[in-house]
C-alpha cells in the first residue's frame, strides 16, 4: 500500500470498443502512474471500481469526447493506494505469443517511454522483425497514440539503408484492450550507448566514421519535401553491427515535419543532454538534429552524457576531453545553443568532418599528432600490351587479373622449382636409404622452400585475382577456373593502405607482389605481374581511395614471415567475414 501524500488528479481517456447496443464490457484505464479506473457498463447502468483505500474520493466527472469516456478523479490526503488495483506496467506479451496471426514474439528488444519494442519472426520462421508496440492500457494520453501514429507515417515514406526499413502498421483488438504496432526490420547490433556501457572504447576514426553515416542519414531527411526531423537523435538511438560496422539510426518516435509544425498541441520530446535549446520552445529545424548529433559524438569520446558537463551561457564546456583540434571545431559548432550559429545542414558538417578525416597530420585520441609527408609521384598511365582489365567510375573499381601463363619468367621460374624439388626428393631419399634418418630432418627447411616455389609457379600459371572496390566495401576473389576459388571482403573504411612488397629473391632478383592492408589482415595478389603492371594497379587503387601514394621498394627489404601465410595473417585466422585459411 501507498500513501497518497496530496492531492493527486487523474484524468485518463479511453476509447470506447463497442456500440452502445453491447451487453456489457470492461476497460482499464492507465492513469498517471498512481491509479486507475475501471468503468463496467451493463446496459444503461454504470459503475465504478475505486482503486483508494481510506481518505476522501470524490467523482467529479463522466462524459463522453471525442468518442471516448473521460474520467477524473480526485484522492484528497491521507488515501491509500491499493497496488494490487494498478495495471501491470512495462512488457505486455510473453514470448511465444501471436500478434494478428502473423508475428510471433520472441524476445523483449527494449522499452521506452510507454512503447515495447520487441523482437518478433514471421509465422513461417523466414525473417524477423522489430514490432514497436504501445496499448491504451498504458498511454498516458492521446499524445502518444498520436506521436506513434506520425511515427508510422513518416517510416512508410522512408528508404535509405541508414534507416530500418518499414513492413507494416496495424491495430489489434482484446478484450480489455487496444494496442497498436509498427513492424520494422531489425537493426542488427547493438546501440553506442550500449556498446560504450559495456566498456568499447573508439578511436577518433571511429567517431567520425560514425558521424559521417549519422550525416547521410539526417542529408537524407532534410532533402525531403517537406524535410523530416528526427529530434531525438542520441547514442541509444544509433544502433551500429560490429561485424560490418554499418550504423542505423532507429526510434523516429520524436519524428516531426516541417508542414505539420504548429505552435499550439505541440510536444516537447527529446533527450535531456542531447535536446537542442529550441526544443524546449517546442521547435525543431535541421540544425535541432545537428545538435544531437554533435552530443553524441561528445559522449562517444568522452563516455559522459553532454549533460555532464559545466556550461557556460548555455554552451557545453568539454575543453577537458582529448580531441583533435579540427574535431573539437567540429563539435564546438554543432553544440551552439543558437541555430544560427551551428551548421545549417548536413552537407556543412560533412565538409567541415572531411578535414578530420584526412588532415595534414594522424591523430589518434590520447595520442600524439605526427606528420605525414606527402610525396609528388609521377602518374602511370596503363602499360602497353597488358592483359589486365581495369574499370574505374566515380563510385567503383574494379580490376580483372588473368593467370599469367607461360612466358620467359614463369617457365625459368618453374624449370628452376622443378630442379630444386628433385634435387631435394633425391636427397632425402638418399639420407632414408642409407640410414641417416636423422640426417634427412635437416631437409624440412629446404621442402618448405621448395612448397613455396612450387605454389608460387602453380599461381602464376592458373589463378585469376578479381579486386572489387566500392565506396563502402571491398572485395578480392581468387580462382582457378571453375575448379577453386577463395574470397576475401571487408570495409573500404578499414583499408589502411596498399603496397609493394619483397616475398624473396631468385638469381639476386625480387620477387615482389601488391599488398592490400586491411587493418592487421594482409591481401596478397598479382606475384606474378610485370613491375609496371604492379605500379599501376596501385597507383590506381591509392588513387580511387584517397590513400597515400604506394612507398618505393628498395630490394629486399621486406620478407614474408615464415609463420605468417601468404594472405599475411597466422595460418588460421578468424574474421567477421570468412575462415581465412589460404590464399594466393
Known sequence: ????????????????????????????????????????????????????????????????????????????????????????????????????????????????????????????????????????????????????????????????????????????????????????????????????????????????????????????????????????????????????????????????????????????????????????????????????????????LSGQSPSSFPQTRLKVDFGAVTMSPALRSVIDKLLEPAPEDRFQSAEEVIAALKAVKEPPASFRVGSNAYKVEQRSVQRISQPAGTKIDLIRTDDSLQIEIPPVGLTAETVGTGTFTVAWNAFIVFWTATAIRGGAGVMSLFSIPFWVVGFGLAKSTLSNLTVSVSLEIDREVFSVEWKVGRFWKHRVSGQVRDINSVELISEGALNGKPITACRLNEGVNRHLFGSGLEEIEKSWILQEISDFLDLPPPQELPPLVRQIDPSRNRMGGRVFRRTSRSWDDSGF
Open 1 to 300: 500500500m501507498m500513501s497518497l501524500g496530496g492531492d493527486i488528479f487523474i484524468k485518463t481517456y479511453i476509447h470506447v470498443f463497442c456500440d452502445s447496443a453491447a451487453v456489457s464490457w470492461k476497460r482499464c484505464i492507465a492513469g498517471n502512474g498512481f491509479g486507475y479506473a475501471v468503468i463496467v457498463r451493463r446496459g444503461k447502468s454504470q459503475s465504478s471500481h475505486n482503486p483508494f483505500r481510506g481518505g476522501r474520493l470524490q467523482w467529479r466527472k463522466n462524459r463522453r469526447k471525442n468518442g471516448a469516456a473521460v474520467v477524473r478523479w480526485q484522492a484528497r490526503s491521507g488515501g491509500e493506494l491499493d497496488e494490487r488495483s494498478w495495471p501491470a506496467l512495462g512488457v505486455f506479451h510473453k514470448t511465444g505469443d501471436v500478434i494478428a496471426e502473423k508475428y510471433k514474439i520472441i524476445s523483449v528488444l527494449g522499452r521506452g517511454g510507454v512503447c515495447t519494442t520487441y523482437e518478433a519472426e514471421t509465422e513461417d520462421g523466414s525473417s524477423t522483425v522489430a514490432l514497436k508496440a504501445i496499448t491504451l492500457k498504458f498511454m498516458k494520453g492521446w499524445k502518444d497514440l498520436e506521436l506513434f501514429e506520425r511515427e508510422a507515417r513518416v517510416l512508410k515514406s522512408l528508404r535509405h539503408p541508414g534507416i530500418p526499413e518499414y513492413i507494416d502498421y496495424f491495430e489489434v483488438d482484446t478484450e480489455t484492450d487496444r494496442a497498436f504496432y509498427i513492424a520494422q526490420k531489425v537493426a542488427k547490433g547493438r546501440s553506442l550507448a550500449e556498446a560504450v556501457q559495456n566498456g568499447s572504447r573508439m578511436t577518433e576514426e571511429d567517431v567520425v566514421r560514425i558521424a559521417f553515416e549519422v550525416l547521410e542519414v539526417l542529408k537524407y531527411l532534410g532533402n525531403l519535401r517537406p524535410p523530416v526531423f528526427h529530434r531525438d537523435i542520441k547514442p541509444e538511438n544509433i544502433i551500429m553491427d560490429e561485424e560490418t560496422g554499418q550504423v542505423k539510426v532507429v526510434d523516429f518516435g520524436a519524428v516531426q515535419d516541417a508542414a505539420s509544425m504548429t505552435v499550439m498541441g505541440s510536444t516537447v520530446v527529446g533527450t535531456y543532454g542531447y535536446m537542442a535549446p529550441e526544443q524546449f520552445q517546442n521547435r525543431a529545424t535541421a540544425q535541432t538534429d545537428l545538435y544531437g548529433l554533435g552530443g553524441t559524438l561528445l559522449y562517444l
